[in-house]
């Protein structure tokens, strides 16, 4: 495949959520073309996001363990196939979308003290914080206190740890992920100057070096990550925020046009937990990996990312 061949596969009309992107970030087409809203209008019709809402229980709830859990099981309970939901694009404005949302702000964020989620771990916040932004409620109170707590909580190295620590690790990617969906009127100068640490954490150790022996994990690509960390989700984030023209950037580009397949595509190397020797933490019950594609095989989903984020290197260089 040549590129316009690639592009062609992404527009495929199957998976109508990778057409909206591909379009929008892509082929840099305005969100009111009708090309753009018919694609978008499909996302919740047909394809993966409608695959997940047919699996909700009336209540709102997918999986849901027998005290009504949002997080177990892992990965197929309400709290991983609403992440899911946000990253395909669906909203509040989807009936379905808002009853699961409202489970988080009334068992999650309830006020005034918010006390269940603060107690969690930031890595908790994070990826919350970028899913209820992305379903349209950033201006929210509540959301808002999310990213308040994020800024508390960056290391004064810039980075962010979910277990206790006094220094960050590039493993805790959801509070710079949830900074980079958050519009940037929303931005509090607080907020900005969290974004710029958190970016230079990344830069300063090149998206993959933080000492001893690499990890194999973080040099597969996968989808969904979950609360994991690879090559592809620092790009990914690094180059949303801005920074596509860092020269500390080359070596992880580097290996993501390695990984690029003679026909143009990325594969979807390995479905989570892809855990390996140097992990830092155990999985204390049994997960469900969960995935739409076919490990080992080309990924519209992740040759969707990797190519949005040459596009934006280039478009920064």
């Known amino acids: 495949m040549n590129r316009q061949h690639v592009v062609d596969w992404l527009l495929e009309e199957s998976q109508p959520a990778v057409r909206y992107f591909t379009l929008v970030d892509i082929l840099g087409r305005q969100r009111n073309d009708v090309e753009v809203r018919e694609a978008y209008s499909q996302i919740s019709r047909k394809g993966w996001a409608f695959e997940i809402l047919r699996l909700q229980n009336p209540k709102g709830y997918w999986q849901s363990s027998p005290k009504g859990s949002l997080y177990g099981p892992k990965y197929t309970a309400t709290n991983w196939m609403a992440l899911i939901l ?113 970016a230079e954490f990344y830069l300063q150790r090149k998206l993959f070096e933080e000492g001893g022996k690499r990890y194999s994990p973080w040099f597969r690509f996968h989808y969904p990550n979950h609360y ?22 080359l070596p992880a580009l580097d290996i993501l046009k390695k990984k690029r397949q003679r026909d143009g595509t990325w594969l979807l190397e390995k479905v989570h937990p892809d855990l390996a020797r140097g992990a830092r933490y155990n999985l204390r019950k049994k997960a469900i990996p969960f995935a739409f594609e076919e490990q080992g095989k080309p990924s519209k989903w992740v040759t969707l990312i990797a190519t949005r984020v040459l596009k934006r290197v280039e478009e920064t260089s």
């Open 228 to 249: 994991y960390y690879d090559i592809l989700v620092g790009l990914d984030v690094i180059t949303r925020l801005g920074y596509g023209n860092d020269s500390r950037l």
């Open 86 to 198: 946000s990253d395909l694009g669906l909203t509040k404005e989807n009936t379905r979308v808002k009853k699961a949302a409202e489970l988080f702000f009334k068992e999650w964020l309830a006020l005034p003290s918010m006390t269940n989620i603060f107690n969690d771990e930031v890595c908790l916040v994070g990826n919350t914080a970028r899913m209820l932004t992305r379903f349209g409620y950033e201006d929210d109170l509540r959301v808002r206190k999310l990213f308040d707590r994020l800024v508390e909580d960056q290391k004064e190295d810039g980075g962010w740890h979910c277990f206790n620590s006094d220094t960050g690790t590039l493993d805790c990617w959801e509070g710079l992920a949830a900074f980079a969906v958050l519009s940037k009127s929303k931005r509090t100068r607080k907020i900005s100057d969290s974004i710029e640490r958190g």
